[in-house]
């Protein structure tokens, strides 16, 4: 399994970016996929996460800003970020888990400037 995030990049406070998380396979074979993200000096947190179903869930700070969906036929997970902030600042990663199996993706870096 291979997961590949883009749609990184350089963004002004307020503004909205939305990362890819392309599979090599079939992403609904996946029982959960989620993002995450990792800030200098910080421990990797939760950002959102889709299950099989469609349900979706939020870190509770970021709920409003922050939106997850997927696409089946283009096996991709999308993170729709607004109203970003420079606390957003982060390498944001996907990952998927199969029978207890957790794959994850190499990152992609968002930077918001004040």
């Known amino acids: 399994v291979q997961l590949v995030e883009s749609g990184g990049g350089l963004v002004q406070a307020g503004g909205s970016l939305r990362l890819s998380c392309a599979a090599s396979g079939n992403i609904l074979i996946f029982e959960v996929m989620r993002w995450y993200r990792q800030a200098p000096g910080n421990q990797r947190e939760m950002v959102a996460t889709?299950?099989?179903?469609?349900?979706?869930n939020y870190a509770e700070s970021l709920k409003g800003r922050f939106t997850i969906s997927r696409d089946g036929a283009k096996n991709t997970v999308y993170l729709q970020m607004n109203s970003l902030e420079p606390e957003d600042t982060a390498v944001y990663y996907c990952?998927?888990?199969?029978?207890?199996?957790?794959?994850w993706g190499e990152g992609t870096l968002v930077t918001v400037s004040s």
């Open positions: 990952g998927a888990e199969l029978r207890l199996m957790h794959y």
């Open positions: 889709i299950n099989r179903g469609g349900s979706t």
